[in-house]
């Protein structure tokens, strides 16, 4: 119990005295997994529209396709990537193993299925007369699309928060994408890994709060949002 | 114009954005002053490559990314040249590694020596043993739990070899194989109580925080060298191979090798330096 | 005198899946005529709406739009979207003020500067100065279908197309609604109504359509619709 103790007095010490890797561990976190959430939103919000408004063959396929992709563990997405980006595998040339694209390729992975089938979800309980109220009124279809997004903004919103929870406090792809380099790709998560490993809990403890916070945060917003989102309609 | 004409004329705005990004991924993909380096858990654990990595790095201009595995892990991704440099600690598997042409050639660096740990009432009596087979035998007999690292590192090589050595074949519900990292089998064997064999350096760095004592040590058998190899550039065109011969010059040079025998935890010197003359001869130019 | 046809429809078929929805539908709107649709649920006087204003495509069939013949369908809808507004059962209210529903119909390439005028007349030709920075989406039934029509005429089409605009509202919701169309008649504007109640209508309009089993069935044609009433403004809106 006093080990315990005596590891959160210091992991507290750790954060409030600004320590510079710990905070540069974290600045990695969000950078990676800001970039992911930023690259991923744009193409899965169209796969997630056209799913939502456009008849195609092969729509409920794929429409199953993703909300199965949901479960696909993050250790096999990073294992599989890991073997498309080595040297060896397909994607080799790309050269990106063990650096931060490669962990913001793999939390790419992560989140799109979120993305899309979340917001198929959002974009398919929106009224399509939103669609064509927007036509009707001489809007481009560019600007009707822009409409159905504002008006179901509060499900989307929902969509990337819960996108963006899994992927920061993702491990098992990071690690192994990342190769959990000090100062390059050690985030959050792997460093809470190495840390524990080596004993040293009180750095795991402080990392572990802040991840904590975020997911508490992230949350109080999902719900927040979401509450919103039920008023609205 | 639909649905149809909207989706389409997005997704090739994105996927044009997309392979530029791509493109510019692919420019800033690898500088050149980027070494990596694929070791252990024992020396990056044990804050040895903390310590010596920044003065190579002031002094040559480049930069090090240390990604530490297992030495079977770290041996791997040197063959499938995902990295430049490897620093590891399994003899046999670095001669088959330079021999099948997958490094150029191995370096002796430094070693250290392993030890065997175990609980502080020595529950095998292995304390006195005449040597490390004897000890091994002595944990098998009274089926004493040991924690193995089970996960193809330099250590579980040399375990597997000493048991072999012993003429005990490990298996029963004593032997447990645990599959990770170093730092964590000395803890799993703490809370369990159980022996185990780990490098000195590693303990060092744990034993405070550990319920466990040296039970067995200073057989010439455990030995632990550690080699250094570059990636064969032939085989892997784009490693950076001439970074790696600097760090690789580095190591084995005089002040790599300074500071590797003044590298201290806890007071005691962790490493001892072992570099070759007729080695760090060949690399001068 | 010939009348003047604002749109001419023939040979017009649709189906859904396997069913037939309209199946050679025949007739012509009278410019500046209002035209009451009428018909059992399922008739399809909503998908003959829907046609009309480009927002589903036809089987087959031809359409004469100010005297002049459109074919193929692509070059139709563009004429349509121009010149159509159709109004739904239910208005749709973007998520935002009154003003932002009223000032999306402008669309963004009118400025600012011109179109406070417009909204400000739009406001008050449903006589709802007053909600200007309401939240649309808490507003009755009846207040919507004002302020869609509003919107639609920001717009100002030609054709005027509503799906059911007094259902569901009460009566004073209703005579407001028919007041406004009304003015948008006198306007000179092209009306076709949709709805199950004839009677709300009497004295706005000059031809009946009758949809039956996806035909029209009858046309009973009326052409002397109730004077006008002089107190009735003009409106038009114009560019200035």
């Known amino acids: 119990m006093s080990a315990l103790l005596e590891a959160t007095e210091k992991a507290l010490e750790l954060l409030i005295s600004g320590d510079e890797a710990l905070w540069q561990i974290i600045a990695i976190s969000f950078k990676v997994s800001g970039s992911a959430i930023l690259i991923a939103t744009p193409p899965a919000l169209l796969i997630a529209f056209a799913l939502a408004y456009l008849r195609f063959p092969g729509r409920r396929v794929l429409v199953s396709l993703f909300s199965t992709l949901l479960s696909v563990p993050a250790v096999v997405v990073g294992l599989t990537l890991y073997l498309l980006l080595s040297n060896r595998g397909p994607l080799g040339d790309w050269r990106l193993l063990f650096t931060q694209s490669a962990m913001v390729v793999g939390q790419i992975a992560l989140a799109f299925p979120i993305l899309v089938a979340m917001g198929h979800a959002a974009l398919q309980s929106a009224d399509k007369r939103a669609w064509e109220t927007a036509r009707t009124l001489g809007a481009s279809p560019l600007r009707a699309f822009f409409v159905v997004i504002r008006e179901t903004r509060f499900g989307l919103l929902a969509a990337l928060l819960a996108a963006y929870g899994r992927i920061i406090a993702e491990v098992g792809a990071s690690m192994m994408l990342g190769g959990n380099i000090l100062n390059y790709t050690r985030n959050i998560p792997t460093a809470i890994a190495l840390e524990t490993s080596k004993g040293e809990f009180a750095q795991g403890i402080a990392l572990g709060a802040i991840l904590l916070l975020l997911a508490f945060t992230l949350n109080g917003l999902l719900h927040y949002v979401q509450g919103k989102g039920v008023q609205m309609s | ?285 | 005198m010939k009348p003047e046809y604002h749109l001419q429809v023939s040979q017009l078929c649709k189906s859904h899946g396997r069913r037939l929805i309209l199946n050679e539908v025949e007739f012509s709107l009278p410019k500046g005529s209002c035209t009451l649709l009428t018909g059992e649920n399922g008739a399809g006087k909503t998908t003959l709406l829907r046609i009309l204003a480009s927002l589903e495509k036809p089987d087959r069939g031809r359409l004469r739009l100010a005297e002049q013949s459109w074919q193929p369908w692509r070059k139709a809808r563009r004429m349509l979207q121009q010149r159509v507004m159709y109004l739904h059962q239910h208005p749709y209210m973007f998520d935002g003020t009154v003003e932002y529903n009223l000032r999306f119909a402008l669309g963004s390439r009118v400025p600012q500067r011109d179109a406070e005028p417009l909204i400000e007349k739009a406001l008050r030709l449903i006589g709802m100065e007053s909600f200007r920075k309401t939240s649309a989406r808490t507003l009755s039934g009846g207040e919507r279908q004002r302020v869609a029509l509003a919107r639609a005429w920001l717009r100002s089409p030609q054709v005027m197309l509503l799906d059911e605009p007094t259902a569901n509202l009460d009566y004073e919701s209703r005579q407001r609604t028919l007041e406004l169309l009304q003015r948008l008649r006198n306007d000179g504007m092209t009306l076709v109504i949709a709805s199950h109640d004839p009677l709300h209508f009497e004295g706005l309009t000059e031809q009946r359509l009758h949809l039956q089993a996806g035909r029209v069935e009858a046309v009973e044609l009326n052409m002397n619709p109730a004077t006008q009433p002089a107190n009735v403004i003009l409106m038009r809106r114009d560019y200035a």
Request: glycine share 10%; charged share 25%; no cysteine.
């Open chain 2, 1 to 285: 114009m639909s649905y149809r004409h909207i989706f389409v004329r997005i997704f090739s705005l994105l996927l044009i954005a997309l392979s530029a990004l791509q493109f510019s991924v692919a420019q800033a993909g690898e500088p050149q002053q980027v070494i990596r380096l694929a070791t252990t858990t024992s020396t990056d654990n044990s804050g040895l490559l903390q310590a010596l990595l920044p003065h190579f790095e002031k002094s040559s201009g480049y930069k090090v990314h240390v990604i530490a595995v297992g030495t079977g892990k770290a041996l791997r991704m040197g063959r499938d040249g995902d990295v430049d440099v490897v620093l590891v600690h399994a003899r046999k598997a670095e001669d088959k590694f330079v021999k099948e042409g997958f490094g150029e050639r191995r370096f002796s660096v430094m070693y250290n020596d392993f030890v065997l740990v175990g609980p502080a009432d020595d529950p095998a009596g292995v304390r006195g043993s005449r040597d490390v087979g004897d000890a091994f035998r002595k944990i098998a007999r009274h089926k004493a739990p040991f924690i193995s690292r089970g996960d193809d590192s330099g250590t579980h090589k040399k375990e597997l070899s000493l048991w072999k050595k012993a003429g005990v074949k490990p298996e029963g519900q004593w032997y447990r194989e645990a599959g990770q990292g170093m730092g964590k089998v000395l803890q799993i064997a703490g809370e369990l109580g159980a022996y185990t064999l780990t490098d000195r350096g590693t303990w060092l760095a744990y034993q405070e925080k550990l319920p466990l004592r040296i039970a067995f040590e200073g057989d010439p058998l455990l030995f632990n060298p550690y080699g250094i190899i570059a990636v064969n550039p032939k085989l892997h065109p784009h490693v950076n191979h001439d970074g790696a011969m600097a760090l690789i010059r580095w190591m084995i040079g005089k002040e790599g090798q300074t500071r590797i025998a003044a590298f201290t935890l806890h007071g005691q010197q962790l490493f001892k330096p072992d570099a070759k003359a007729d080695e760090v001869a060949l690399l001068k130019p």
